[in-house]
């Protein structure tokens, strides 16, 4: 039997809709999903197994412009995914303008590995939205399939698994076939709290936030979790904490029931919050955090 196993490394601009669409095509929320850009910091992967084949989906960080050495460093993710993909699914949707980070799509022209270019969100666009869209990336990349998609209503999910599968490699698989993900439970932890305080506060505190799990214990009958979230000023830490400690609670809360709920085992959160005002662009803390080598 012929085993087939590769790379589908999944880029983008911001808010397109590359996290939601690779935790519909893996069956598990491994990347947290909110409606602010930048959500993704990390390249995440989750993996798809069958008896003949595997396949290991990359998400990663939105294309764009750094201002500071996380993004750079986050920019550096979706260089890497384009340099070591089996097949590039590239997600756009009916939203944002075709030729936006041209620079990218110029990038896909050169590559040297199959192109699925995924029309996003066309449950909120129109019929002839769509085929006016899959014309104009048919015509900038002529070698690409193009498929227009819905990862929010799970439209057309079946149609992006068979060009992804017709077009991996003959190959072993590259991970355990009962592995789901390349990550471990704390890092799936800072992320479901990490996605709270996007959901929760507005203007520059989820970019200014930064959460690393001190202590992680798996007990017999629950996990006991101590998580730090670093602010870089103290007045975000205030806003960050709010009046009596109201706001940093329901955060709290709302991250440990989803983590019970992922985790399939009680769970028992101590968070706190320390002022560290130049993590984004110190490659010692940012290694640290692991955006970094």
């Not at 798809?48 to 201002?67: A, C, H, M, R, W």
């Not at 089996?86 to 590559?111: F, H, P, Q, S, W």
């Amino acid at each position: 039997m012929v085993h087939r196993a590769g790379f589908v490394n999944i880029i983008g601009n911001p808010n397109v809709g590359k996290s939601t669409l690779m935790n519909a095509l893996v069956g598990e929320k491994l990347s947290i999903v909110t409606a602010k850009a930048q959500t993704t910091r990390h390249r995440i992967m989750g993996i798809v197994n069958g008896e003949d084949f595997q396949i290991v989906y990359s998400d990663t960080p939105g294309i764009l412009k750094p201002n500071y050495r996380l993004q750079k460093n986050m920019l550096g993710f979706v260089d890497t995914a384009i340099g070591d993909a089996d097949i590039i699914l590239y997600v756009t949707d009916t939203v944002e303008k075709g030729d936006k980070n041209e620079a990218y799509i110029e990038k896909l022209r050169k590559v040297d590995c199959p192109v699925v270019v995924v029309i996003n969100k066309i449950d909120i666009s129109s019929q002839e939205k769509v085929v006016e869209l899959m014309a104009w990336w048919q015509q900038q990349l002529p070698g690409a399939q193009i498929i227009p998609a819905s990862a929010q209503e799970g439209f057309n999910l079946e149609s992006i698994l068979e060009a992804v599968q017709t077009r991996l490699p003959e190959a072993p698989a590259w991970f355990d076939k009962d592995q789901f993900t390349d990550k471990n439970l704390r890092f799936f932890a800072s992320e479901i709290l990490r996605e709270k305080i996007f959901l929760n506060y507005s203007e520059e505190i989820p970019y200014s936030c930064q959460v690393e799990i001190e202590a992680f214990h798996e007990g017999e009958d629950r996990y006991e979790i101590s998580a730090v979230i670093y602010v870089m000023r103290e007045s975000q830490k205030g806003i960050l904490i709010g009046k009596g400690g109201a706001a940093l609670k329901k955060v709290g809360t709302q991250a440990r029931l989803e983590m019970e709920d992922f985790f399939q085992k009680k769970v028992f959160l101590s968070t706190f919050v320390k002022v560290d005002p130049d993590w984004r662009e110190s490659r010692k803390e940012l290694r640290r955090f692991g955006y970094e080598e």
